[in-house]
C-alpha cells in the first residue's frame, strides 16, 4: 500500500496540528497503521497507532495530548496533536503492516515520506 503523509507545518508550543495519513487503496480490513515521529539526530520511534480495527496506542510522549484514529473518507488514519512542544519537532512517518482477522502481523513495510511538524518555544 502507498501512503501519503500531510498536514505539517510550524506552530508555536501550546499549538495544534493534525496530520494525515492517506492510502492508495481500503486498508481499515487489511492493515494497521502506525505514526512515527523522527526527531533530529534521533532514532525513528513509534508514537501512535491503530491495532485492529479501532484499538489505540500512544507512546508516553504523546499520551494524552494526540488523538489518533482511521479515517474512512482518505482509506487511511489521522493524528490530532495538541499543546505542542518543542520535542515534537521531527518528521511524521505514517507506517503500515499486514492485519488479518483483527490481528496485526509482520514488520512495518510500507512508508509514507513524511511530514515535517515544527514546534518553537
Known amino acids: 500500500v502507498q501512503l501519503a503523509e500531510s498536514g505539517g507545518g510550524s506552530v508555536q508550543a501550546g499549538g495544534s496540528l493534525r496530520l494525515s495519513c492517506a492510502a492508495s487503496k481500503y486498508t481499515y480490513t487489511s492493515y494497521c497503521l502506525a505514526w512515527f515521529l523522527q526527531a533530529p539526530g534521533k532514532e525513528r520511534e513509534e508514537v501512535a497507532r491503530?491495532?485492529?480495527?479501532?484499538?489505540?496506542w500512544y507512546s508516553d510522549s504523546v499520551k494524552g495530548r494526540v488523538t489518533v484514529a482511521r479515517d474512512s473518507a482518505i482509506n487511511g488514519m489521522y493524528l490530532q496533536m495538541n499543546n505542542l512542544k518543542p520535542e515534537d519537532t521531527g518528521v511524521y512517518f505514517c507506517?503500515?503492516?499486514?492485519?488479518?482477522?483483527?490481528?496485526?502481523?509482520?514488520?512495518?513495510?510500507?512508508w509514507g515520506q513524511g511530514t515535517k511538524v515544527t514546534v518553537s518555544s
Open positions: 491503530v491495532e485492529g480495527y479501532e484499538a489505540v
Open positions: 507506517a503500515a503492516r499486514p492485519m488479518s482477522g483483527g490481528n496485526c502481523y509482520g514488520d512495518y513495510n510500507d
